[in-house]
């Protein structure tokens, strides 16, 4: 469960090296293949790893270009030949092993993900706390993957084994750098599949970290593999021919031109896209519990998260009192540097994503939202001016045909809706082209269970918001993504099954 950690405000001395451009990761070759991190031989272009937080500009980072993805390809292909014919259970082992260093080097690891993201620690703390586990939990079914056995007349049988499916590509956004590094290779690597992951060009660094914990965990050389560029650097991967599936989260539109790709070769694909989810507040709900719901909803991670529940619908009868708890609780909300403990909102990824942000805040009053709260860019203190802090923004007479209503605006902004009734509701949250998310907060045991079952979405929440448990698969329906993540129906998506015949007695045949 999430819960705000407020401790002390200070960043301990041991990990100061790791909070700023000194962090040796910073100044490390970013691709790992075969085994070793290293620099792109053929790099097209480079890009330049930016600090969300500052804005200092800590490097460039060359694009991968054809030569060095065909490497990565070839290493895959070849630690393929062994790693999908050792036992599951040996597998798990160096999984679980894998899940034990990242425990003991957690808090490195948080602090490499506030620089390369911008959130406040106590996030990343998170973050890195539950990909361990769902690294664990994978590890830990890799000895079960199997397939079934089936009588046929005559003594005649036939089983079933679930194969792996080859290489496999993963590609990633940049809001949750390192859990799409672990959500994807897990499972993949569980069902003897080898990856090659493309971080986002925005935070490559954690990835390449995972790299080298798997390595130490006993990962043989070329099973793992980090290739870093931007949206070129994808398309070769998801183009590749020796590539058997592509593993996607991000925008809708890159995710088309990625099945677009798989398409083309018939390859397996999975797509975790974006999303513009309901969060439904009825007035018979707990009203402190609802207003933190849909804190949650909207404000993690400066409100860049896909399953966020952006449409705050309230009941009429309880709008007065929502609105005014939500807006002392959200006031109270902390924006500073992402490194401090008591922070809790940290910065925006990019300049870009930013002004789109903001951007949105102005259409949105152009088409005759109000701004409750927020909605402005600050600066925390002089060090950060370079930075972007955006304050939580609360938009009151709201439309459902509104762009802000409609559209994926991520960042922290929040249109809350009224309405009257369960079924207006209803029909009104499901008419959006999505389906990843959605959130029912009511005291009504049947209302509760109604409402989730009528949402058209992958993830429904009752009583609660973005809540992940490693065991509860997690994905789209709609345009919002196809395949899951995380509990055990995910390694269907990396399995393949074959089907063996065994004829017992003499052929039957009828010539
Ligand atoms: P994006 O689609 O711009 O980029 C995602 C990745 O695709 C990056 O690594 C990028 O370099 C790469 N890429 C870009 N063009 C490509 C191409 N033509 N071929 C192959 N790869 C290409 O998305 P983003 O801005 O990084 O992330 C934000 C989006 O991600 C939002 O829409 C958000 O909802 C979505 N998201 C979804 C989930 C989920 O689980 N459903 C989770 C997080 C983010």
């Given at each position: 469960m999430l819960s705000v950690r407020r401790v002390v405000h200070y960043v301990p001395r041991r990990y100061m090296a790791v909070v700023t451009g000194s962090n040796p990761q910073v100044t490390q070759p970013l691709n790992y293949i075969g085994g070793k991190r290293v620099d792109p031989v053929h790099s097209p272009d480079t890009f330049n790893l930016t600090s969300p937080a500052t804005g200092e500009v800590l490097r460039p980072v060359g694009n991968t270009g054809s030569t060095d993805v065909d490497e990565a390809v070839l290493a895959a292909q070849d630690a393929f030949k062994t790693w999908s014919k050792i036992s599951g259970f040996e597998r798990g082992a160096i999984l679980k092993k894998a899940a034990n260093i990242i425990r003991e080097r957690a808090e490195?690891?948080?602090?490499?993900?506030?620089?390369?993201?911008?959130?406040?620690?106590?996030?990343?703390?998170?973050?890195?706390?539950?990909?361990?586990?769902?690294?664990?939990?994978?590890?830990?079914?890799?000895?079960?993957?199997?397939?079934?056995?089936?009588?046929?007349?005559?003594?005649?049988?036939?089983?079933?084994?679930?194969?792996?499916?080859?290489?496999?590509?993963?590609?990633?956004?940049?809001?949750?750098?390192?859990?799409?590094?672990?959500?994807?290779?897990?499972?993949?690597?569980?069902?003897g599949n080898t990856m090659i992951f493309k971080p986002s060009p925005l935070t490559p660094l954690t990835a390449v970290m995972l790299a080298e914990i798997y390595s130490e965990a006993g990962l043989p050389h070329g099973c793992f593999n980090v290739i870093q560029g931007e949206g070129e650097?994808?398309?070769?991967?998801?183009?590749?021919?020796?590539?058997?599936?592509?593993?996607?989260?991000?925008?809708?539109?890159?995710?088309?031109?990625?099945?677009?790709?798989?398409?083309?070769?018939?390859?397996?694909?999975?797509?975790?896209?974006?999303?513009?989810?309901?969060?439904i507040i009825f007035d018979d709900s707990d009203l402190d519990s609802a207003v933190t719901g849909a804190m949650l909803a909207n404000f993690l991670n400066q409100?860049?998260?896909?399953?966020?529940?952006?449409?705050?619908?309230?009941?009429?009868?309880?709008?007065?009192?929502?609105?005014?708890?939500?807006?002392?609780?959200?006031?109270?909300?902390?924006i500073g540097d992402p490194n401090d403990e008591d922070t809790t909102v940290g910065a925006t990824i990019s300049p870009e994503q930013a002004s789109k942000t903001l951007q949105y805040i102005d259409i949105a009053q152009t088409e005759g939202a109000h701004i409750l709260y927020g909605g402005k860019r600050v600066t925390p203190s002089a060090s950060l001016a370079g930075g972007y802090y955006i304050q939580p923004c609360i938009l009151t007479n709201c439309q459902d045909n509104m762009r802000v209503v409609k559209e994926e605006v991520?960042?922290?902004?929040?249109?809350?809706?009224?309405?009257?009734?369960?079924?207006?509701?209803?029909?009104r949250a499901n008419d959006t082209e999505f389906?990843?998310?959605?959130?029912?907060?009511?005291?009504?045991?049947?209302?509760?269970?109604?409402?989730?079952?009528?949402?058209?979405?992958?993830?429904?929440?009752?009583?609660?918001?973005?809540?992940?448990?490693?065991?509860?698969?997690?994905?789209?329906?709609?345009?919002?993504?196809?395949?899951?993540?995380?509990?055990?129906?995910?390694?269907?998506?990396?399995?393949?099954?074959?089907?063996?015949?065994?004829?017992?007695?003499?052929?039957e045949a009828p010539f």
């Open positions: 490195e690891m948080a602090r490499t993900e506030v620089l390369d993201t911008g959130k406040p620690i106590w996030e990343a703390r998170y973050d890195i706390e539950g990909c361990t586990d769902t690294i664990d939990y994978y590890g830990g079914l890799a000895a079960k993957i199997a397939g079934e056995y089936q009588q046929l007349a005559n003594g005649s049988f036939a089983y079933t084994i679930k194969e792996p499916l080859g290489v496999v590509g993963g590609i990633g956004a940049w809001n949750y750098p390192f859990q799409m590094a672990a959500w994807k290779s897990s499972p993949a690597l569980a069902a650097t994808g398309q070769l991967l998801s183009n590749h021919t020796g590539v058997s599936k592509m593993t996607f989260t991000g925008s809708v539109q890159t995710g088309s031109k990625i099945m677009e790709a798989c398409a083309k070769q018939i390859h397996h694909v999975t797509l975790e896209l974006g999303g513009k989810s309901p969060c409100g860049q998260v896909c399953s966020n529940g952006t449409r705050v619908f309230v009941q009429d009868s309880v709008m007065k009192p929502f609105l005014e708890k939500l807006v002392e609780r959200t006031k109270a909300m902390k991520f960042g922290s902004v929040m249109s809350v809706l009224s309405f009257s009734s369960e079924e207006e509701v209803i029909a389906g990843l998310a959605g959130g029912v907060f009511t005291n009504n045991l049947q209302r509760a269970h109604r409402v989730a079952s009528s949402l058209e979405a992958g993830s429904l929440y009752v009583n609660t918001y973005n809540v992940y448990p490693v065991g509860v698969p997690f994905g789209g329906y709609k345009k919002s993504g196809i395949g899951r993540e995380n509990g055990p129906d995910t390694l269907d998506y990396y399995t393949q099954i074959k089907s063996v015949y065994v004829e017992m007695g003499p052929v």
